[in-house]
Every structure is written in structure tokens, then in C-alpha cells.
């Protein structure tokens, strides 16, 4: 059987800050194409794993590999560029700088490259705008005067904006309603589509998880406990997981009917 490729591999890691233990032997494996979700309940760890994946944090012990590159070994300013330069990331609530434009929080990351002209950063940011339905009008407005849902997708378009192959996604439809919650579902799965993205997402909103997850991995007792399909950690028998799933079940039925037909095959968990 050939498996696919291991984009992100961690191996045995452990997390404390101090005498306190965050993680202990954490063992994953995130596969180029999909979408795998984090899930844990409150003080689990799930940020903190995400930091480390991202290269912002260092491991107490054991390895994060990203690209087939360990995180810890990363030491030359090239490398560890050309790394980021891969990845992009939406923070919690958008993290638009506020002091920006629309305009100018998407052309950030393009101008740190000092490569490209102004003509062609802007011809750049617009397509980036418009790959998440947002009009050329808004491009100088200010963060504040955005909606919940216009600000999400903005700081999607600056995640996009150097054509990352790894998506990180931290509580992405946190704090909006329902109807723009499912919106910006449907738009990143037209983006996974057409870009090609590898997505980590954490989310505490079963909508969200349900509408988007390939594969779930569960943070529990300092560990992933479980990995697998939606369907699959349903049935694992742990006390947050019954108390995580226990409305979901219908939401499970409803997916497998609707499952569109571009997405991945089944992962090996």
C-alpha cells in the first residue's frame, strides 16, 4: 500500500513550562492534502502544538519536521524563510493590523520578499481580494470598519498571499453567525480545492469541523488520544469525546451525503 506524503511529523514530543506538562510523547502525522483538525478541551494544548508546528516555540523534548525539515535544525535565516514562505496562517479573530488598510495587511508579506515592485504587489493583492469575495472598493478601508466576516476573509487573503502549500487555520469561524460561519466554509473548501492546500485547523465549532475535517486528531491526558475520520473518533471511548460528540451524530449522516467528489480518499489514521 503506498501511503501519502507525511508534510508535518511529529515525533515523540513533549511540552512544559516548568514543572508544569503540556504534552507528553505526542506522535502525528499530517498528510499533504488534507484537512485535519485539532480538537481538545481547555488547557489541552492545541495552541501550543500549533506555535510549535509553526517554528514559534521549541519542544522540550522530541521533533516537529515540516517539509522533512525538523523545526529545531532550521538555524539558517534561508532555510527558515523558505519555510515560512511556504506556509501561511489566519490567527484567531483575523489579527488584521489595524493601523493598515485592507490593502497594505495583504501586501505585508509581499513586500518583506523585496523582490517584487509595487505594481506587481498590487496587481497581487487584488487577485488575492478577489479569491475571497472581496471587492476592489474595500481595499483602502480600515480593519475597523470591516464586518467579523470581511476581516476573516481579508486575513485569509494575507495567508494566501505568498501561494503557501500549508494552510494553518486557529478557530477560523470563531464569532461569527451561522450563515457567514458556513460561508467561509464553502470558501475554503473552494480554495483547498483550487490551490492545492494542506490545512491544520483548530476549532472548537462542530459546523466548522464537520464541514471541513478529513481527519480529526484529539488532544487528551497530554496526548493525541485519537486520530481518524470523523466517523471513527466518534466511537473512541474517553470522557471528553462523548461530551464533544454527543449531538453530532446526525452531522456525520449529513456529510457522508453531501461528501463532493474532489475531496482525498481515506487516511490511513
Known amino acids: 500500500m503506498t501511503y501519502p506524503e507525511c508534510i508535518i511529523e511529529i515525533d515523540g514530543l513533549e511540552t512544559r513550562f516548568g514543572d ?8 502525528l502525522c499530517i498528510y499533504r492534502g488534507e484537512v485535519l483538525t485539532l480538537i481538545g478541551g481547555s488547557g489541552s494544548g492545541k495552541t501550543t502544538l500549533l506555535r510549535q508546528m509553526l517554528g514559534l516555540e521549541q519542544p522540550y523534548q522530541g521533533t516537529v519536521r515540516i517539509f522533512g525539515n525538523a523545526r529545531s535544525d532550521a538555524h539558517h535565516s534561508l ?36 523582490t517584487l515592485s509595487e505594481r ?18 474595500h481595499a483602502d478601508k480600515m480593519p475597523a470598519a470591516l464586518s467579523g466576516g470581511m476581516i476573516k ?15 494553518f487555520l486557529d478557530e477560523p469561524t470563531a464569532g461569527l453567525d451561522p450563515e457567514l460561519s458556513e460561508s ?7 480554495l483547498r480545492k483550487e490551490l492545492n492546500l494542506t490545512i491544520v485547523m483548530v476549532t472548537h465549532d462542530l459546523d466548522t469541523l464537520v464541514g ?3 481527519r480529526i486528531a484529539i488532544l487528551a491526558d497530554q496526548q493525541v488520544i485519537a486520530v481518524g475520520t470523523l466517523d ?38
Open 232 to 269: 471513527d473518533v466518534c466511537q473512541f471511548q474517553h470522557p471528553f469525546v462523548a461530551s464533544f460528540f454527543k449531538s453530532i451524530r446526525h452531522k456525520i449522516e449529513q456529510k457522508n451525503q453531501l461528501e463532493p467528489s474532489w475531496k482525498i480518499g481515506p487516511m490511513p489514521s
Open 153 to 167: 476573509r481579508v486575513a485569509l487573503a494575507r495567508a494566501l498571499a505568498l501561494d503557501p502549500e500549508l494552510l
Open 120 to 137: 506587481m504587489i498590487r496587481e497581487l493583492v487584488m487577485v488575492k481580494l478577489e479569491m475571497v469575495a472581496i471587492g476592489p472598493e
Open 212 to 214: 471541513l475535517s478529513d
Open 20 to 27: 508544569h506538562v503540556i504534552h507528553q510523547n505526542v506522535n
Open 184 to 190: 467561509f466554509v464553502e470558501l475554503t473548501l473552494e
Open 79 to 114: 532555510e527558515r524563510n523558505n519555510i515560512r514562505n511556504r506556509i501561511g496562517v489566519l490567527f484567531q479573530q483575523g489579527a488584521l493590523f489595524s493601523a493598515l488598510t485592507v490593502f497594505d495587511n495583504v501586501a505585508l508579506p509581499l513586500r518583506e520578499l523585496h
